[in-house]
């Protein structure tokens, strides 16, 4: 599968986020099935990104939290959410 990245994914309201949170967010938009559901195992993604087992937990919790940018009562709430389901 692959997945569409926008300028803005990178100056939109995930600017700070820091870079293992981008490359979280990269693998997942690569990886997900037709649906849009994806598995994400944060001692896989150490060793493929090359990053801490903190740091991607750390990143997997923040892309599952609510993106402040988003209007609340909105159906898609999460980074992740707001990207794929929102956007096709």
């Given at each position: 599968?692959?997945?569409k990245v926008?300028?803005?994914?990178?100056?939109?309201?995930m600017v700070?986020?820091?870079?293992h949170?981008?490359?979280?967010w990269?693998?997942?938009?690569?990886?997900?099935?037709?649906?849009?559901c994806?598995?994400?195992n944060?001692?896989?993604?150490?060793m493929?990104?090359?990053?801490?087992?903190?740091?991607m937990?750390?990143?997997i919790?923040y892309?599952?939290?609510?993106?402040?940018?988003?209007?609340k009562?909105s159906?898609?709430?999460?980074?992740w959410?707001?990207?794929?389901?929102?956007s096709?």
């Amino acid at each position: 599968m692959y997945g569409k990245v926008f300028p803005e994914m990178y100056t939109g309201s995930m600017v700070g986020a820091g870079c293992h949170v981008f490359a979280v967010w990269g693998y997942a938009l690569a990886s997900c099935d037709e649906k849009g559901c994806v598995e994400l195992n944060h001692r896989l993604l150490s060793m493929l990104l090359g990053a801490s087992v903190d740091q991607m937990q750390e990143a997997i919790e923040y892309l599952a939290q609510a993106d402040p940018a988003v209007p609340k009562g909105s159906r898609c709430t999460t980074w992740w959410a707001t990207h794929w389901e929102c956007s096709r």
